[in-house]
T-cell receptor, first 113, second 113 residues
């Protein structure tokens, strides 16, 4: 059975801290790994990763994929209160019996002033 | 450009009542999905439709039915609501851009009392 596991499930930090969120997976027919940020409402897309070792960056956020060890990390440097959200990892599979996207349970990040 | 529109945004039902959640997308996507999100559980797939005229069960289909009315609309029906169906429901429209990109509606917060 395809599965995606995120850790930690929740995290509390102070502004200025650097955080690392983890996503490991066991799937057949891997196609891509995606990160989403969810604030009050709908998830919004952050990154898409398909190749090992290539870092994707957007401002203070970055992500990298390791297809040999089957995991990805999402780094946030110099955190701000606006980074408080649930961060969802999803793995896209081809021909899956449960649709294309398998989501992890998410990491709830709280950034304190 | 509305994207994915879900209605209603909020709903309170009594146990045993029925209701239909509506979802429409204006991006001409083939795939549409219904998820539920419970605290600490991430997004769990209820049903999905890979194309007009087809629907398939996801991870948690019990107690739900769906209708892909046309390419734009995908509705989710609760025939006899139960307290266990209290959740936030998200509709998503998916498109293949070399990876599966998901566009989410704003969610429906459903409470069954």
């Amino acid at each position: 059975e395809d599965k995606v596991v995120q850790s930690p499930l929740s995290l509390v930090v102070h502004e200025g801290d650097t955080v690392t969120l983890n996503c490991s997976y066991e799937v057949t027919n891997f196609r891509s790994l995606l990160w989403y940020k969810q604030e009050k409402k709908a998830p919004t897309f952050l990154f898409m990763l398909t190749s090992s070792g290539i870092e994707k960056k957007s401002g203070r956020l970055s992500s990298i994929l390791d297809k040999k060890e089957l995991f990805s990390i999402l780094n946030i440097t110099a955190t701000q209160t606006g980074d408080s959200a649930i961060y969802l990892c999803a793995v896209e599979v081809l021909g899956g019996s449960q649709g294309n996207l398998i989501f992890g349970k998410g990491t709830k990040l709280s950034v304190k002033p | 450009n509305a994207g994915v529109t879900q209605t209603p945004k909020f709903q309170v039902l009594k146990t045993g009542q029925s209701m239909t959640l509506q979802c429409a997308q204006d991006m001409n996507h083939n795939s549409m999905y219904w998820y539920r999100q419970d605290p600490g559980m991430g997004l769990r797939l209820i049903y999905y439709s890979a194309s007009e005229g087809t629907t398939d069960k996801g991870e948690v289909p019990n107690g739900y039915n769906v209708s892909r009315l046309n390419k734009r609309e995908f509705s989710l029906r609760l025939e006899s609501a139960a307290p266990s169906q209290t959740s936030v429901y998200f509709c998503a429209s998916l498109v293949d851009r070399g990876f599966t990109e998901a566009f989410f509606g704003q969610g429906t917060r459903l409470t069954v009392v």
